[in-house]
């Protein structure tokens, strides 16, 4: 049976009449978070029946929560295959509130969701690539990560959340179920999340890049580039050989950008690889007439990782060389640092002690 968090709207009033009806479902299911059809009141009996017979609304579960010192709490879900995914809320900003108790502005939060069960990508540096691929999620299993995190921590209704597909796995490599879960995402009688909220991260499946910018779902795109020629960037995501980072750069040139926003090239800076000024000089040079920003990303180390975290006076070298030359540059702030928040490790932790125990 399939999950109803799998269907868009449309689909779901072919087979659900009359029409309001799926309104007031998608108003339950999204806006109420309710997980359970007999809660869903102002729906008629025997409707609620035929949901129960032909959907599943609760198979996944919340499998365990770490919660770092800074606020970001990790996610891991089990799916109902037994199949687990991490998910992650970051806390952006805290809640402003001024000596009478009046909130001056409200927190904002990001989370950060998974794609696949695993990647087919094999980055070397990359803890998800460590256990290959296992499957593509469905758009329900996608959509479901925000559901359960906003219902978890009484995220409000109409507060909004910015959502990344940094999680595990390659957005692009799980197309028609990625621009499922945006249009659900985006769906006013629903989550309402705007597509400016939204960022596909990508190692660079440039075709599909294209695919993508054809749609156009208003989705900001995230490159995760990490190195400026293609010989090394080879060794760090394989798949380059595919494509190359000629082709991702033309990709990026059509893909339809915010007049407000910019494309977010990630630069993941591992020690004595790809942290020296040489790199950032060609990273200026190609970025060279795209409307760009950079995210410096220290290498988070994991157990058996051959590469090493760079040292801070680098990478601040690194960002003030691309900063002086007019390239907007971040370092992405290292959150949730005492849970291992980088996607995969959560998970792999989980796998090793079911491993010890069976
Ligand atoms: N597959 C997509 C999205 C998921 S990976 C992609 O590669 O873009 C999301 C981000 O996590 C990528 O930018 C990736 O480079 C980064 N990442 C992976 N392993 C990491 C590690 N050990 N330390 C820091 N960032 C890492
Ligand atoms: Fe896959 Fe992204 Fe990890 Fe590479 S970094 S293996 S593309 S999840």
């Known amino acids: 049976m399939n999950l109803i968090y799998d269907y868009l709207d449309t689909e779901l009033e072919e087979s659900i009449k009359p029409k309001f009806r799926v309104k007031q479902i998608y108003n339950w299911l999204y806006k109420k978070y309710v997980n359970n ?6 729906l008629p009996k025997n409707l609620k029946e035929e949901l ?4 599943e609304i609760d198979n996944i ?18 799916l109902s295959d037994g199949h687990t995914i991490e998910t992650v809320l970051l806390k952006m900003k805290e809640k402003v509130i001024d000596k009478d108790g009046k909130v001056l502005s409200g927190e ?5 969701i998974s794609s696949q069960v695993g990647c087919k990508v094999g980055c070397s540096f990359c803890f998800t690539a460590k256990g290959g691929f296992i499957r593509n999620l469905s758009a329900g299993e996608i959509v479901y990560q925000i559901l359960a995190i906003k219902r978890d921590n009484n995220i409000v209704e109409n507060k909004s959340v910015n959502i990344v597909y940094m999680g595990m ?20 009688d629903g989550l309402a999340i705007a597509p400016r909220r939204q960022t596909i991260s990508t190692s ?6 294209e695919k993508l910018g054809k749609l156009n779902l208003g989705v900001n795109i995230a490159i995760s580039l990490h190195a400026v020629d293609d010989e090394l960037r080879e060794e760090l995501i394989p798949m380059n050989r595919a494509y190359n980072i000629k082709s991702i750069i033309d990709a990026i040139k059509k893909y339809p950008i915010d007049e407000r926003k910019r494309v977010m090239f990630e630069y993941l800076i591992i020690k004595d690889v790809n942290d020296d000024l040489a790199s950032a000089k060609k990273l200026v040079k190609l970025l060279n007439g795209i409307k760009a920003k950079v995210n410096l990303i220290y290498f988070n180390p994991h157990e058996g990782s051959i590469y090493q975290r760079p040292t ?3 990478v601040n070298e690194f ?4 900063h002086n030359r007019g390239l907007l540059c971040t370092i992405r702030e290292s959150k949730g640092i005492d849970i291992d928040a980088a996607c995969g490790q959560l998970r792999e932790k989980e796998l090793k002690e079911k491993r010890l125990f069976t």
């Open 108 to 112: 904002k939060f990001t989370v950060c």
């Open 204 to 209: 660079g499946l440039s075709s599909k890049i």
């Open 52 to 55: 129960k017979d032909k959907f």
């Open 37 to 42: 059809f007999d809660e869903m009141k102002n």
């Open 61 to 78: 579960k919340i499998a365990d929560i770490q919660e770092a010192s800074d606020g970001t709490k990790k996610y891991l879900f089990k």
């Open 312 to 314: 801070n006076k680098k």
């Open 169 to 188: 796995g390659e957005p692009l490599d799980n197309f028609d179920n990625l621009v499922k879960s945006i249009k659900i995402f985006t769906n006013l």
């Open 319 to 322: 960002q003030e060389f691309l």
